[in-house]
Each structure stands twice: as C-alpha cells, then as structure tokens.
C-alpha cells in the first residue's frame, strides 16, 4: 500500500465497500466521491466532506488505503 498524504482541500475518491463484500459488484459504482479531505485525524484517518454539497463535512471517518486521489477528466474544477 502506498502512504499517500492529502493536504486539507485535496478531492479523492472513496472506496465502496459494497464492492469489497461482493454484493451488486455489477451495479455499484467502484468508488463514490468526489470528496474534499478536510483535515487528518491523529491516529491517520481523514475526515471528508461531499464536494457536491456545499463542504458539509462526512460523520464518518476514513482510512487513507481507502482513498485515490481524484483527477477531473475535465477542465471544469468543483469549486472549494
């Protein structure tokens, strides 16, 4: 696994979980997002906020071998 650091306002993709345990893997989309990590906890987990919605931050957080950093294949950004 990579040891990858995402600074605060960096956008990466989430891994579905549904897909790790099998169920619907046709259907389900690999990974969801995107999200905006907003800060690193200390024990390493990210806490992310949809970039859809308006920054509102995640209740969850996330284990960095989770995440993938996402490129826009576009040359419109989601604005932070």
């Given at each position: ?55 509102q931050?995640s209740?969850?957080?996330f ?11 576009d040359?419109?950004t989601?604005?932070?």
């Amino acid at each position: 696994l990579r040891d990858i650091d995402y600074a605060p306002g960096s956008l990466v993709l989430v891994r579905n979980v549904i897909m790790d345990k099998g169920i619907r893997t046709k259907t389900e989309p690999r990974y969801l997002g995107p999200f905006i990590v907003v800060r690193k906890n200390t024990g390493g987990a990210y806490v992310l906020a949809l970039a859809e919605m308006n920054g509102q931050e995640s209740s969850s957080t996330f284990f960095p071998a989770r995440l993938v950093p996402f490129y826009s294949r576009d040359s419109d950004t989601i604005p932070i």
